[in-house]
Each structure stands twice: as structure tokens, then as C-alpha cells.
Nanobody, 119 residues
Framework: QVQLVESGGGLVQAGGSLRLSCAAS???????????MNWYRQVPGKQRELVAL???????NYADSVKGRFTISRDNAKNTVYLQMNSLKPEDTGVYYC??????????WGQGTQVTVSS
């Protein structure tokens, strides 16, 4: 099994920045098979949406709504993925979840961290 622990959420004013972290622990066999690390966002009444992803090889992709403002990165030595969020907007408010994908049917989720952006 793989455990994911997020941190770094909080309350920030619009225009501010936050950096989220997600540390993976548990089975090294499974951790070494993680192909992509993803950040999702969920707000009440809406589906969980993919915000950013980074593959094992370092390729990244972002939701249109965060391009140019968010940056995802990973430190393989620490089994940690980061989400640097700049120029935050009130619509970025939500619970941010870290996700580790091994294959199409094997995913692990963190417990989520709240991000609140005040106007």
C-alpha cells in the first residue's frame, strides 16, 4: 500500500501564494511503480477536477484554469510532489487531493487539504 499525506493548505488573500506538499510512504515496491502524481481539486457540489499532473519522466500538464499560475514538481529522492500556487483567485478555493497512479486501475489518494482564497 501507499500512503499519501498532504500539507500546506490554508487561508490566503487573492493574489497570494501557497505551496502544497504530498509525501508518499509505505511499500517501496509500489512507490517505485508510480507513473504519475496528480493534484485534484474539489468544491462542494462539483466533481473532483484534475488540476495538475507530473509523470515519472517529468512531463507536466495543467488545467486551463491554472496554467501560468501553478507549477507541479516532484522530488523523487523524497517521494514528494509539490504544487506551487501563485496569483491565487477565490475560484481556486477547494479541497486539494494528492493522487498517485500506478496503472489505470490502481490509484492512491491523500486525505485532502483545504485551500481558501479570500477576495
Amino acid at each position: 500500500q501507499v500512503q499519501l499525506v498532504e500539507s500546506g493548505g490554508g487561508l490566503v488573500q487573492a493574489g497570494g501564494s501557497l505551496r502544497l506538499s504530498c509525501a508518499a510512504s509505505g511499500s517501496l515496491f509500489r512507490i517505485n511503480r508510480i507513473n504519475a502524481m496528480n493534484w485534484y481539486r474539489q468544491v462542494p457540489g462539483k466533481q473532483r477536477e484534475l488540476v495538475a499532473l507530473i509523470t515519472r519522466g517529468g512531463s507536466t500538464n495543467y488545467a486551463d484554469s491554472v496554467k501560468g499560475r501553478f507549477t507541479i514538481s516532484r522530488d523523487n529522492a523524497k517521494n514528494t510532489v509539490y504544487l506551487q500556487m501563485n496569483s491565487l483567485k477565490p475560484e481556486d478555493t477547494g479541497v486539494y487531493y494528492c493522487n498517485a497512479q500506478i496503472d489505470i486501475s490502481t490509484h492512491y489518494w491523500g486525505q485532502g487539504t483545504q485551500v481558501t482564497v479570500s477576495s
